[in-house]
């Protein structure tokens, strides 16, 4: 009976260390992420009366882009259209996130 403890002590205590194992194997190989980023395709709408526009643009990149959302915000007025600071009052809602720069 005692043996048959020891076995599976011993067997539970290898998994273990084994799956630890794996498990640090494949954090060594993972460990300069690589991200891949695809361009999505351009979405066209169709005009409509109402002209507002909330803005949400967000910098990942490593680059300082400071005064991207109010120059995004400065051609989006000169095309007519109003940018409001609150989504529900929006007709429109652009987002976009810079990745490289």
């Known amino acids: 009976m005692k043996t048959k403890k020891l076995m599976m002590v011993a067997l ?3 998994t273990l260390a084994l799956s630890g194992c794996g498990a640090m194997s494949t954090a060594i190989k993972k460990r300069n992420l690589e991200v891949k980023t695809q361009m999505s395709e351009t979405i066209w709408l169709e005009p409509a009366s109402e002209r507002t526009v909330f803005l949400q643009i967000k910098n990942t990149s490593d680059k300082d882009m400071s005064g991207l959302q109010g ?10 259209y109003q940018v409001v600071t609150s989504p529900d ?6 987002q976009a996130n810079v990745l490289k720069a």
């Open 12 to 14: 539970v205590s290898s």
């Open 71 to 80: 120059k995004i915000a400065d051609a989006v007025k000169a095309k007519g």
């Open 89 to 94: 009052k929006a007709y429109y809602w652009i």
